[in-house]
């Protein structure tokens, strides 16, 4: 199978083919995914919420997600796969993003780093982007300040406010960002930034006519509590694993598991044999 492009993304929006991004944080999960023909694997820096039952992004090392990068990679054969920076795996330097945006490819084996902020990241991102490696911006709601400061709360609502993320979204397809995520924005807002950028625009929670969308996995499968407004619930998994696992408990206290075909003997000769040999042991 032929692994997607930066560039093939930018040739979808060019023919108004929608593209598909999820998060993954996992083999088996990415696997599937990766076999349905979903477009772009984020390693989000969501993991940190949603796998590591942390209160927000910001506690999710670089070691942590490069181990998340890892098991996504290998999974994938045909989709994108970007890792998300983590808080302060960026803000400090150029030099240190280049070298942190290196070590998600080197050891993360992803195809793209996500990078969140607008203009005044835009010298860091052509840094990592001129270093040879494709960069997704990220703007509209970016949870990784915004927790400390403004909370998540839809963007894009007044003149000046899409005037500022219209100002980030340029600014960031000039520094040479290939796509760029936009969370939580009104779709009107969502819609004009979308039609004046060139490179794809995917939203998170930002209406109806980005050239893509994306949804966190385990609000997607119905596996985590506190899913935001916009999202969609495609499954109760949580009920199905309940399910699943209760029976499992049932099973093993009413002696239910393991079944037969489930269990393992010895040669009947051999056990003759071991029979034969414990009665010239003492009973204990
Ligand atoms: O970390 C994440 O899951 C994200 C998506 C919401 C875009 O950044």
């Known amino acids: 199978m032929t692994k997607l492009t930066t560039r093939d993304l930018i040739s979808m929006k060019r023919r108004g083919q929608k593209i598909t991004m999820i998060t993954a944080y996992d083999y088996p999960t990415a696997l599937i995914a990766d076999k349905t023909g979903i477009d772009v694997l984020l390693v989000g820096d969501s993991a940190a919420m949603v796998v590591l039952g942390e209160r927000d992004t910001r506690f999710i090392t670089l070691e942590e997600m490069l181990v998340f990068s890892k098991a996504v990679s290998r999974a994938a054969e045909r989709a994108l796969v970007v890792g998300d920076m983590p808080f302060m795996s960026y803000q400090v330097s150029a030099e240190e993003a280049v070298r942190n945006a290196g070590r998600f490819v080197k050891e993360g084996r992803v195809d ?129 694993m309940a399910g699943a696992i209760e029976k499992f408990r049932d099973d093993v206290i009413s002696s239910r598991f393991p079944d037969e075909s489930r269990r393992f003997h010895m040669d009947k000769e051999e056990l003759e044999k071991v029979q034969e040999r414990l009665k010239g042991l003492p009973e204990v």
């Open 112 to 240: 793209a780093v996500k990078v969140e902020g607008g203009e005044e990241f835009s010298e860091i991102i052509s840094r990592i982007v001129r270093s040879g490696i494709p960069v997704m911006g990220h703007i509209g709601v970016t949870p990784q300040r915004d927790v400390m400061s403004t909370g998540y709360r839809l963007r894009g609502r007044k003149v000046d406010d899409l005037e500022r993320l219209l100002r980030d979204a340029l600014s960031l397809e000039r520094a040479g960002a290939f796509s760029i995520v936009l969370e939580f924005v009104t779709e009107e807002a969502a819609r004009i930034i979308t039609e004046r950028l060139s490179v794809p625009v995917i939203g998170v929670g930002s209406g109806l006519y980005c050239d893509g969308q994306c949804l966190v996995v385990h609000d997607l499968l119905g596996i985590y509590p506190n899913p935001p407004p916009f999202s969609k619930a495609y499954a109760n998994l949580s009920s199905v």
